[in-house]
């Protein structure tokens, strides 16, 4: 099977960086397409990057020159670094991959079906982040 999980979250104040990491195995991870996503409360998940099996990237509007997607596939680990965090920032961040894959995919068309095929797809129990002001 496959398992995701995240660490890294925590408490900063506004204008302050993290660095999200998530720990992926099972299956052939390497070969799927990943991201990020966040959720409050009363809210669903918002994607917010995903990276494709080739490394190119694709990052919604809201954190384009922000936040920073990457993977290094020989520690089995997926990373998110967040800078110039504000309050509204402040939400549960998940761990997504593919859950299996026969055509190819782009990582804007992997974060657009990770939004709308959520069962379809492997999620992390996320990791909390604060941005207090």
């Known amino acids: 099977q496959v398992q995701l999980v995240e660490s890294g979250g925590g408490s900063v104040q506004a204008g302050g960086s993290l660095r999200l990491a998530c720990a992926f195995s099972?299956?052939?991870?390497?070969?799927?397409?990943m991201g990020w996503f966040r959720q409050t409360p009363g809210k669903e998940r918002e994607g917010g990057a995903a990276?494709?099996?080739?490394?190119?990237?694709s990052y919604a509007d809201s954190v384009k020159g922000r936040f920073t997607i990457s993977k290094d596939n020989a520690k089995s680990t997926l990373y998110l670094q967040m800078n110039s965090l504000k309050p509204e920032y402040t939400a549960m961040y998940y761990c997504?991959?593919?859950?299996?894959?026969?055509?190819?995919?782009?990582?804007?068309?992997?974060?657009?079906?990770?939004?709308?095929?959520?069962?379809?797809?492997?999620w992390g129990q996320g990791t909390q982040v604060t941005v207090s002001s």
């Open positions: 997504v991959s593919e859950s299996g894959t026969v055509l190819s995919m782009t990582a804007p068309q992997a974060l657009g079906l990770m939004s709308a095929l959520p069962d379809h797809h492997y």
């Open positions: 990276i494709d099996s080739d490394g190119s990237t």
């Open positions: 099972g299956d052939t991870y390497s070969r799927y397409c």
